[in-house]
């Protein structure tokens, strides 16, 4: 498979693409994760492709016609899935050429414009023709309910008339311009109410013309921006429906598309049967692949594939097809996870040190946590020294030990115990820590635990040691498992087909042993 694994990569790009120019323009406070996410995103994964049927020919239109389905399906995508969707203007860069040329050509309109209406007398051509996209504007802002502002920005900005008074010198375009502004504050978002405000202080015509336009665009943002919000609620209802359509359409020019699926539905399914291997060795084979076949169902598998989604090598390994456009978001989740890790590790050491003393003291856990996200930051950066930063979270921890030890009247740590302390918190970097294997166990296990029983309102019980971070993991959890939902919602029907082979595949090899046997 050359060519079929392209197109899920080029959707990736695609969806990447439209991610990085909403993320820019949101006060998004999880946006330095995202950005890490794309400096740390892999080039190609091409050499991981899996060798199948050769591919067949595919024409320009159709690559083309693919390439809008996905583009469109991800659209729908993003506005369901994403609660804070919202349509900016794009920004070029700075020093684009694209940039320099559209600079140069507003430049030379504005300033036509000025010499313009510096003739005497006046020429008001392309003041007339402005007049016409403003009139225009205004009227697409308008609801089929608002007869009376309609009729007044037709009577107000006729152009007839106004090529009347032009050539009769009787045009006062300053009167116009301030009904214009006064349409636009009513018709505007509250939000928009000081960009109208600054219109009004702007006395010279061409910067006026130049202000009014910018807020227009605005204004075109919010309105587009109030349709998405509406329509959310129907997209919900549909958005699964139009997304198995548009990836059927996808598969059906590109059969091959779930190669990398039906490899991460195989792993998920070995990793399951030996897991129940271990749970019960007399029963399990030599090999422990195909041990416990029987006890597995499609459910249990899916659920063991989307946690491995968390544990997920997104450099050196391509992702599964139907979740490729959200990618970037269980990349979120497992750095997200990753932190979370070893501040819940960091609590349980610094706890189990100071015995009884903290555990009730409040605040306490809350003074802790933000230590070790600040020193954290930026923890998936190749520049990173995770070492350093756990030697220095061990400092601070100890110094804030010791303060609300002596503030509550218990005795502070001694040089020793301080030593103790930090050595422990230090080896919280070694891959082999014990109670940091212990904390990502009993966090797999939630995770497990909530999507084994997503369809309950309530939560799991949360795990020993894991109190401190609940909260975290409780919101980290809830985000999780929605976005899993929904991505079974939609694609259940692709895994179930292809789970059907594997699970058939597996009972029969265990049959067959049984025989031998």
Same mark, same amino acid.
């Given at each position: ?11 990736? /790009? ?44 595919? *024409?320009? !239109?159709?690559?083309?016609?693919? +390439? #809008? ?45 000025? =010499? ?43 152009? %007839? ?7 009769? $010198? ?68 549909? &958005? =699964? ?7 059927? !359409? ?6 091959? &598309? ?54 997920? %090598? ?45 555990? %009730?003291?409040?605040?306490? +856990? ?24 756990? +030697?220095?979270?061990?400092? #601070? ?18 040089? /020793?115990? /301080? ?9 919280? =970097? &070694?891959?082999?820590? =014990? ?22 309102? *309530? ?7 894991? $109190? ?10 809830? #985000? ?24 058939? #595949? ?12």
């Amino acid at each position: 498979m050359s060519q079929n694994p392209d197109k899920p990569h080029s959707s990736e /790009e695609k969806l990447s693409g439209l991610e990085d120019g909403q993320e820019e323009s949101l006060d998004n406070p999880d946006q330095s994760i995202r950005k890490r996410i794309r400096q740390s995103a892999p080039g190609s994964h091409r050499d991981e492709t899996p060798k199948s049927s050769p591919p067949r020919p595919v *024409s320009i !239109e159709e690559l083309m016609e693919t +390439a #809008k389905g996905v583009t469109n399906m991800a659209l729908a995508h993003e506005i369901v899935v994403n609660g804070d969707f919202q349509i900016k203007p794009a920004e070029l860069p700075e020093h684009s050429l694209e940039k320099k040329v559209r600079d140069i050509v507003h430049k030379a309109f504005w300033d036509c414009l000025e =010499a313009q209406l510096k003739e005497d007398p006046p020429t008001y051509d392309h003041a007339i023709k402005l007049l016409g996209e403003i009139k225009e504007n205004l009227l697409s802002f308008l609801l089929p309910g608002h007869t009376r502002l309609r009729s007044q920005i037709m009577e107000v900005l006729d152009l %007839d008339l106004i090529k009347q008074e032009a050539e009769n $010198g009787a045009l006062d375009i300053s009167k116009l311009v301030e009904f214009v502004i006064g349409m636009m504050g009513t018709l505007c978002a509250p939000a928009r109410d000081e960009e109208i405000k600054k219109l009004k202080d702007i006395n010279e015509i061409v910067p006026l013309f130049r202000a009014i336009f910018s807020v227009l665009d605005l204004m075109k943002m919010d309105m587009a921006n109030f349709a998405v919000s509406s329509i959310r609620p129907k997209l919900m209802q549909q &958005s =699964a429906e139009y997304e198995r359509k548009k990836f059927q !359409e996808f598969l059906e020019k590109q059969p091959n &598309s779930l190669d990398f699926v039906t490899r991460w539905l195989q792993e998920a399914a070995d990793d399951l049967a030996k897991m129940r291997c271990k749970m019960l060795p007399p029963h399990c084979s030599d090999d422990g692949a195909t041990g416990g076949a029987s006890a597995l169902c499609s459910t249990a598998v899916q659920n063991q594939a989307y946690l491995k989604l968390l544990k997920w %090598d997104h450099v050196n390994r391509p992702f599964p097809e139907t979740v490729l456009m959200d990618q970037t978001r269980f990349q979120e989740i497992q750095l997200e996870l990753e932190q979370l890790l070893l501040t819940g590790t960091v609590l349980l050491v610094t706890f189990s040190a100071a015995g009884s003393a903290l555990v %009730d003291m409040p605040g306490f +856990a809350e003074k802790i946590k933000t230590i070790v996200k600040v020193l954290l930051t930026g923890m998936h950066l190749p520049s990173f020294n995770l070492k350093e930063s756990l +030697a220095t979270i061990g400092e #601070k921890v100890c110094a804030e030990v010791n303060s609300c030890l002596s503030q509550h009247g218990f005795t502070p740590f001694s040089p /020793e115990r /301080e030593t103790v302390l930090k050595g422990q918190i230090q080896a919280v =970097a &070694s891959p082999d820590n =014990a109670i940091c294997k212990l904390i990502d166990s009993r966090i797999q296990k939630f995770l497990e635990n909530y999507l084994a029983s997503s369809h309950q309102k *309530s939560l799991p019980a949360i795990p020993g040691g894991l $109190g401190p971070i609940q909260r975290e993991l409780e919101e980290i959890a809830v #985000k999780y498992v929605r976005l899993v939902n929904y991505n079974k919602m939609v694609f259940s029907p692709y895994y179930d087909a292809v789970l059907g082979k594997i699970l058939t #595949k597996e009972e029969s090899q265990l049959v067959g042993k049984s025989e031998e046997s």
